[in-house]
């Protein structure tokens, strides 16, 4: 907080005044600028065990607007490490910015770039990473990392849809960018799940394409609802009992005992028809209801 003051009265941000308006300190009234300038600060000057630190800025952070995490690792491990990062990564006048942005959420100024590039690089461990680091004299290694994970997710993925926004995609880039894509062939998969009214969770259509598009749970499609269900069931039932069947489809077909079970409503599950990965819609017409056992031993759903 004490550097954001000298960063002000340097130009190097501007804030909004009482009519709302942004202001650079340069561009300000002089009597408010004689009054920036001229009020003394009181300021501790402290020597502690890092762990003795960590907890002072605990404490101080409960007074005024809660420093985020990465700002209280900052003040921790200050340094020329720590100097080095916030030039690159919390600098809003980077021209990277507006990309990162893309698939990074939060703003430069709260550390949002710098602390994602911190937990890329150290896979989770940002404090650990920052202690090794901090006298370090240069951040090759650190920027190296993060543009690795850039690249590959703007190589592999050419269009920037939203919901790609702050995924796991330090975790997606170790899991997955030793595999080859086609960004064409990607692309064209995308639209065309974007355009399936089936699926829940657009954000997981890009892990369940990294992943060969092969396991839906990512995409949440939608499932029947209790109604369908019940409806398929109560048809499916009354036709099994008429022929002396299994009213679960496979059990029907079987050799074993079950081959004329009637399985009650809570013992079975929905499932696709057409499994939904090959057109099949989530519909009463393409239900059918099988008990838990095959219904778990059915493949592609």
């Known amino acids: 907080r004490i550097t954001s003051v000298g960063r002000f009265v340097t130009d190097k941000f501007a804030i909004k ?13 002089k009597d408010k600028k004689d009054k920036i300038l001229e009020t003394k600060l009181l300021i501790y000057e402290c020597e502690g065990t890092e762990s003795q630190i960590k907890e002072w800025f605990k404490t101080i952070n409960i007074a005024g607007v809660p420093l985020v995490p990465q700002e209280l690792l900052n003040a921790i491990y200050s340094g020329p490490f720590v100097t080095l990062g916030k030039e690159e990564f919390s600098n809003s006048q980077n021209a990277n910015i507006q990309k990162w942005s893309a698939y990074i959420k939060g703003s ?80 064209a998969e995308i639209r065309k799940l974007y355009g399936d009214p089936y699926i829940k969770n657009r954000k997981g259509i890009f892990e369940f394409i990294l992943c060969g598009s092969a396991n839906t749970k990512f995409l949440e499609v939608r499932i029947f609802d209790e109604a369908t269900k019940k409806s398929v069931y109560a048809s499916q039932t009354k036709k099994a009992e008429s022929k002396g069947k299994s009213n679960c489809p496979h059990c029907a077909i079987g050799h074993d005992a079950n081959k004329s079970k009637i399985w009650n409503f809570d013992e079975m599950d929905a499932d696709h028809v057409a499994a939904w990965s090959k057109g099949g819609k989530t519909t009463a017409k393409n239900c059918e209801m099988l008990c838990r056992t095959h219904n778990r031993a059915k493949g592609n759903r």
């Open 108 to 187: 430069a100024n709260r550390q949002a770039f710098f602390e994602r590039a911190l937990d890329w690089v150290s896979k989770g461990s940002i404090d650990d990473y920052m202690s090794i680091h901090r006298n370090d004299k240069n951040i090759n290694e650190l920027k190296r990392y993060f543009n690795s994970v850039i690249d590959w997710i703007s190589s592999v993925f050419t269009d920037v849809e939203s919901e790609m926004c702050g995924l796991e995609w330090g975790r997606l880039y170790e899991q997955y960018h030793k595999k080859a894509y086609d960004p064409k062939k990607v692309s």
């Open 17 to 29: 005044d009482e009519n709302g308006m942004e202001q650079y300190f340069d561009g300000i009234a």
